[in-house]
């Protein structure tokens, strides 16, 4: 569980690329995916998808991140079961009529489900073969985006699993002193939680602020940056960022003649 | 007799890389004061874990007062077993020391009365009696390590297992901590502590455990144990100065020789050496 979001050391084509063009990939993908609501449109994005975390070899490290997915797709379904009123009825969830389960709403369901997975791939796959100051570097120098607001940015996605880190300690800790958070009462373990999260807040702020000190000490925000080394845009980032955009265009063309969308 | 801690067979790996731990067998009888040393990521902490259920064998078997840890509620354990963390402010989350330390025994279910009574006599025993009614977090990081200390103190755990718990402390407050883990002992709790100081170790310890990559390279009483000089430097470890000098006089002087631990021992054995005489010359 610990890690999730996490920058994932492998040599492979993927983590050779530019970040602007694996960027340029997975806001492609989130462009098609909303594009579309044919499912088998977006099962074939999703392989694609995969393909390229099996190319970065990193699917096998994903493999948490799928598992944890694939319980909101099923949400994601369920949701789409209970609210989408459909014609056709296939069964009913519970025995006496209650609750019918139509051929439209499951289909919506799957649609949402596999269209949501693609997007949330694509861009754990970025965060997964692109290191967090390449990513930075990009987005200031290429993009020209405000520095500020991108190290913030990235700082924030970057603590997620030293915070998860610390959530395990801190349980541990609470539980020693007989806090019943293994309780399998859900009542007694929620209270027991509050126990959990004060602590991590507080280790937080601690954190944050000792970060701020740390880096006015490194002469933040004193003046203009200079960078190390400036991340090269290749024939191959060309090509992905080209057919990335060929794809978008083919894809707004398919939409306005009709395909791959389905009339519910 | 019947042993408090009893692990056979354990190793343990982390998700990633190598074992944490490797076929470690040992048992921890009623009554020991046992320190666990070893340099870095040799296991120390890993070690403890297991003896509280907060990690569970990948292999073996890790048996605590009778019950077996992998199988029991660690809010179940944690009546039997009193485990101070090396970080004490991933639990420290009441608004006065007082309450942070009153936490464990709430848990426990105790009346009111005896909470206070103990609460009380365990921050007296860390020396924070005056701070009682302070926010936790504005001490200093060694006072805060002893509200953890006292917090577990209170609940009166036939075992106690401090991992390095005099770290952020001054000589002084060194010693004091490590004197009431003696007076701990000696009214009858078992205690296991993990620490890098080898004189803390000579001067309080009855019994070593060297931990070196994962592996139990030497168990066995203080004295047994920092006489293996080579041993120990395996996981760089030294023993204390004043047993580093000992060992050299006595191969100068008298081979052979017994292993001194602390600095009053050596002054009793120069005595003894120079025919009880105190500030005679010698020779």
Redesign the interface.
Known sequence: M??VIEYVYRESVVHSLNPLSKLAWALGVMFLALAFNNVYYLLTLLSTVVAVALLGKVLKDLATVFKGLTVFAGILVLLQVIFFQGEEVLFYLLPGHILPVTGEALYMGLAMAVRMMAVVLSFIIFLATTQYKDIILVLTEKLKLPYDYVFMFMTALRFVPTFMA?AV??R????????????GNPLQKIKAYA?VA??LV??SL?KAERLAIAMETRGYGSGIRTYYKEPAITKLDMMVILSTLIFIVLALFLRMQGYGVVQL | MQPLIDIKGLSYSYEQGQPALQDINLTIYPGELVALVGQNGAGKTTLVKHCIGLLRPQTGRVTVCGQDAAKTRISHLARQVGFVFQNPDHQIFHDTVQKEVAFGLQNLGLPRDEIEKRVAAALRDVGLQHLAQVYPHRLSRGQRQRVALASVLAMQTRIIILDEPTTGQDSLERLQIMELVRDLNREGHTILFITHDMTLVARYARRVIVLCQGRVIADGSTRDVLSQTQLLAQTLLEPPQITLLANRLNGLLTPGSEVILTVDEMVEHLHKVNGGSIDGPCD
Not at chain 1, 172 to 183: E, I, L
């Open positions: 610990a890690r610390e300690q801190v541990y800790a609470q539980q020693v002193r007989g806090c019943p958070v293994d309780s126990t004060l602590p507080l280790i601690k």
